[in-house]
């Protein structure tokens, strides 16, 4: 049975997950740190990597959405390929104005030695989960598809103001994060800190660019 007094810390202070590197090399890790979570409860996962094993990618997936495990996902650095479907899956996504997530199709390699009969299943199998994974991340962004295979077709690196615009996240400055996080705070009140710090953002790239119009002007 575990501990209640597990269970109230994490009620206070939510696990806190780093995703860094190649999924498939910290997927032992993750599994573990994931299981960690109490069914229901939060944690907060924080995402730099390249991406990784497409298999890695779903059953990160499962486990958030089997355990009801409430997930903030925050994009560092990068989040791309296979991260991207763990991301898509936390019910709070938050971005710098630097994170940087690249769609595109999968990419699969074969054994040196390999039949053909075997090849061509692999190759069928691996189409169909390409297809179904697509379908699958439209639906945990709840963006459209069509969309979706357009990124991916066109090899994508898209920004964090533009996973703002397309509503996919939240876009947030370099701020303490307890303020955003804290569960004393209300939602109307994280969107408020949220949006002031955006514009923020939005405030110093417009000056950058209005000061170096003024130079060329010169």
């Not at 109307?188 to 002031?196: H, V, Y």
């Amino acid at each position: 049975m575990r501990d209640t007094s597990d269970c109230e810390e994490q009620e206070q202070h939510p696990v806190e997950i780093a995703l860094v590197g190649d999924m498939t090399e910290s997927e032992s890790e993750m599994t573990d740190r994931l299981l960690s979570v109490r069914p229901g409860g939060e944690c907060t996962i924080y995402f730099d990597s390249p991406g990784g094993s497409p298999y890695s990618a779903m059953s990160m997936v499962g486990l958030l959405k089997l355990r009801g495990i409430r997930a903030t996902g925050i994009v560092t650095g990068e989040c791309s390929s296979a991260a991207l479907w763990p991301f898509a899956a936390c019910t709070r996504r938050l971005v710098l104005s630097t994170s940087v997530l690249l769609f595109h199709p999968m990419k699969w390699q074969s054994e040196e030695h390999i039949g053909i009969a075997e090849a061509s299943e692999w190759s069928r199998h691996f189409s169909q989960l390409e297809r179904d994974m697509d379908v699958l991340l439209g639906d945990l962004f709840g963006l459209s598809h069509n969309l979706i295979a357009e990124w991916i077709r066109s090899h994508r690196y898209v920004t964090g103001k533009q996973m703002l615009d397309a509503g996919l996240s939240e876009l947030i400055g370099l701020v303490p994060l307890m303020d955003l996080l804290s569960p004393e705070s209300k939602p109307s009140d994280r969107d408020r800190k949220a949006t002031k710090s955006s514009r923020r953002v939005s405030s110093a790239h417009t000056k950058r660019s209005q000061g170096l119009r003024r130079h060329a002007g010169e």
